[in-house]
């Protein structure tokens, strides 16, 4: 009851919610038609999502450039109130609609043959949303802005070696970076209190066009999140945006408290700019290829052709390129545009029916061919970069439900209260990432070890690395020492979720979410058809690697046990999924068989690597093989993180935007102001602390070890057994 009564206090002292504040933009942005557009551009940009419309404003700021994006979805003006108010994104959110890409997995394997769901447990069978509209998946997401940790940021680092540029994606030049996309309101000492929020006003942004801040409301389920896993042993962080992401928190969201709306890509950098008549985007357009001359040996973007969402008759329309084309579609656009450009792996470009040698002709298929297929223009490999497309890692998740007592945000959505702008800001957002300590206690250096000791042996096992390149085998090894190397630090391996928006169950029900963060597993990604409307085939791999389904087990497990410990049990009153049945590690492996889904983050298709590990681009984001092609999206990051992505793709799109302005404009490039060196001397960034095992290598140690070069990574298997609790 005194939720309920909270809730109607707050309702009567806020004024009733209304949609977003109407902007005078919908006069002065420039959307333009295919008819409308200049012969040519300075930039292109293949993609309106999160990192596309960033490095379209910052581009911009300089009147001599001209740039534009070309997007396949729609602007989104007709469905504001579902972008905008953060609570319908999880209600009545644009999921598995038109704005919605609504890719699927190829069946898994490992999951009894299925098609990965989003939702696990409930059917679908969608790889997760991924926004069809400007904004991308900002529009659509759950607007969680977790950063990842120190030590992987300089992880990312330390895979680059040499490269020219690969200071700017350490932590100092990250941590730079995402604060300057960012404006943080610290939460009213009420909020603070009420959900035990820590937070560190250093280090956050005070200037940026992403506002993040804290729900204006709180259930008090949020407030038993902490005590609750500090009792199970897990302590609350401190600092869990300062580099030391680890431990129990309350994540900060992108929220706008001004009128606690959405801040996305669209309405932070595109919506509050005066008129630019350099910059025009188009949407309901779909980038089919980039056209190159390859008459000087190496790949020149000269155009780049687009069709709409229907592909009308051949030929396909293009515009020219003046100086760049940036590729900004996501993890699954990114990768398929290049393929359908001919850059990719050869075989799986032959196989897919692009044709050996030339360079994307614009001639005709022959009249044998289907009427569909006789509108596409001939494909012709252009560049073979096996990388593309390979080390696909997502994370992967489910959840243990419980009936409560307590009031969920799933049954105030449905009261008046909802009406009220504070508490439309109500989102999931009690968080924790846990270590391999805290998942396997005593057993954690067995399970480290025989991951290392199984190295080589993967590496050359179709079945775990399905490339037979290798330098996409050298690139699988390296990946694949970086995320050991991390796994003895405080580093989560698990997150663990609160979630009050309901389940199958009913709306009176709780759930403890737990992701798998450094997946072992690694898959693919593919063009099967030379149409670019064909989706690719999206192969995870999910738990072909068997340390992901022990450390997820493991993760599930503690989920249980939080829903099972007071503060947060005083309003359980039974466990309904997946229910007292399943208790051995058997039973538990079996179950997260048929319900794992996606946490909506599949990244490293285009990974930055050097070329020698089966990289796509280096780092300052060009193509391999191409002198004007960069891709600045999730895609390039070559490991996952104990996060989300959202924050460190706007701090990608920031470095990003610096790197291609230092190539034009003479302005010193993020590397510049950095040593080259991957340091942790940020603020919050403090790498000596232990986990909640005393005897855990600190964060710096586990750093040192990915200097072990490639040729001393020949590790012999370890030829003894460990318990049932690991494998």
Known sequence: MLPLLAAAALLSSTATATPAAEYSWHERRDYVTWN???????????????????????????????VLVIEAGETG?????????????????????????????????????????????FGRRSLGPRGK??????AVNGMYMVRPSALEFDTFEKILGSLDGAAAWGWDGMFAAMKKSEIFTPPSSDIQSQGNINYNQNSHGTSGPIHTTYPGYLLPLVGSWIPTLNAVGLPASPDANGGNGWGAFVATSSINPANWTRSYAKSA???????????????????????????????KATAVEYANNGYQEKPWPTVAVNKEVILAGGAVG?????????????????????QLGGHNSDSELPLDKSPDESRLPIRSIAYNLPGVGQHVQDHVSTQVTFKTTAQTTAQLYKTEAATNNAIQSLINSAIAYTNITDLLGGNAAAF???IVGNLTTYASDPSMNPSTDPTVGLGYQTIYQANADMMLSQIGQVELLLSLTGSSAGDDTLSVQAAL??????????????????????????????????????????????????????SVTSEVIPGPDVQTDEQWEAWLRTVIGTEYHPGCTCSMMPLEYGGVVDANLKVYGTSNLRVADSSVFPIQFAAHLMAPTYGLAEQAAMIIKSQYDGTPAPAAFYNGTATTTGSGANQTGTSSSSNNNNQSGAASRLSTSISAMGVVVLAFILPSLLF
């Open 36 to 66: 409308q557009l200049q012969p040519s551009y300075d930039f292109v940009i293949a993609g309106g999502g999160l990192a596309g419309l960033v490095l379209a404003s910052r581009l911009t700021e300089d009147a001599n450039t001209s």
């Open 77 to 121: 003006d007709d469905v504001r109130s579902r972008i905008d108010i953060p609570l319908e994104a999880y209600f009545n959110g644009l999921l598995h609609t038109q704005y919605d890409w609504q890719y699927l997995t190829a069946p898994q394997a490992h999951l009894n043959n299925r098609n990965v769901s989003s939702y696990g447990m």
């Open 133 to 138: 509209v400007l904004g991308g998946s900002s």
């Open 269 to 299: 950098y595109i919506d509050p700019l005066p008129a630019r008549s350099n910059l025009h985007i188009m949407t309901n357009q779909t980038v089919t290829r980039v056209i190159f001359d390859s008459s000087s040996g190496t790949l």
């Open 334 to 354: 990114s990768p398929n545009i290049l393929m359908q450009s001919g850059i990719g792996p050869a075989d799986k470009l032959k196989a897919a029916g692009v």
């Open 448 to 450: 480290h070890q025989q």
């Open 517 to 570: 963060q450094h997946p072992f597993s690694m898959g693919e990604l593919y063009i099967a058809t030379p149409n670019p409307f064909d989706y690719p085939v999206i192969d995870p791999n999910y738990f072909s690697h068997p340390a992901d389904i022990v450390m997820l087990r493991e993760g599930i497990k503690l989920a249980r046990k939080i829903g099972q410990t007071q503060p947060l049990s005083d």
